[in-house]
């Protein structure tokens, strides 16, 4: 089983809709969860830390962590042409370190 | 302090030649990591250090690749006899603590390294 699991996409949303980003991973004991927006041929960003169970907003964005099912999700909405990139979901875990998805490429379809 | 530097940000190498890497991390960031993407991928481990202590090196990389953080500051990343293979983009990243909160990391622009 990979430690950090991402649906490659693409996902494709409409402009002003809501994105919804998926990601599941395997050591329960893991304590922080990050997004990353990748923009192609750019160097990861960070856009969201979360450590508790529930959901934190910033903005547009909003992300939700259920430990109990091992699974964090980022909301985007009022999507733009300009949220379109890669996403990746990131974890740190019991071994020490920060582990990354393959990340899920979003559209924004204007 | 204006962030995560890397240098170079690209690099054209013939294959069998050797290669160096530098990374200035964010001030006062006692942790730094390197990691390797290539296209479609997301960033894969390669090694990591605690101020100037090297804590893992993944198990995929090979004895070609070294890194170094002397004092717990700057960092290299060397790969000895490059292969097609090593081509790829590397990314250095510094994180301000390790455990609990506060462990997110910060990348640099990463070093795109084109081995022919």
């Known amino acids: 089983q990979k430690e950090v699991e991402q649906n490659s996409g693409p996902l494709s949303v409409p402009e002003g809709a809501i994105a919804s980003l998926n990601c599941t991973y395997s050591d329960r004991v893991s304590q922080s969860f990050f997004w990353y927006r990748q923009y192609s041929g750019k160097s990861p960003e960070l856009i969201m830390s979360?450590?508790?169970?529930g959901d934190k907003e910033d903005g547009r964005f909003t992300a939700q962590l259920n430990k109990a099912s091992q699974y964090v999700s980022l909301l985007i909405r009022d999507s733009q042409p300009s949220d379109s990139a890669t996403y990746l979901c990131?974890?740190?875990?019991?071994?020490?370190?920060?582990?990354f998805g393959k990340g899920t490429r979003l559209h924004i379809l204007p | 302090d204006t962030g995560v530097s890397q240098d170079p940000r690209h690099k054209i190498t013939k294959r069998g030649q050797n290669v160096t890497f530098r990374c200035d991390p964010i001030s006062e960031h006692n942790r730094l990591y390197w990691y390797r993407q290539t296209l479609g991928q997301g960033p894969e481990f390669l090694t990591y250090?605690?101020?100037?202590?090297?804590?893992?090196k993944s198990r995929l990389l090979s004895n070609r690749f070294s890194a170094e953080r002397p004092k717990g500051s700057f960092s290299t990343l060397e790969i000895q006899r490059t292969e097609q293979g090593d081509s790829a983009m590397y990314l250095c990243?510094?994180?301000?603590?390790?455990?609990?909160?506060?462990?997110?990391?910060?990348f640099g622009q990463g070093t795109r390294l084109t081995v022919v």
């Open positions: 979360i450590y508790s169970n």
């Open positions: 990243a510094s994180s301000p603590r390790a455990g609990g909160r506060n462990t997110e990391a910060f």
């Open positions: 990131a974890v740190y875990g019991r071994d020490d370190k920060i582990i």
């Open positions: 250090f605690q101020n100037e202590a090297q804590l893992e």
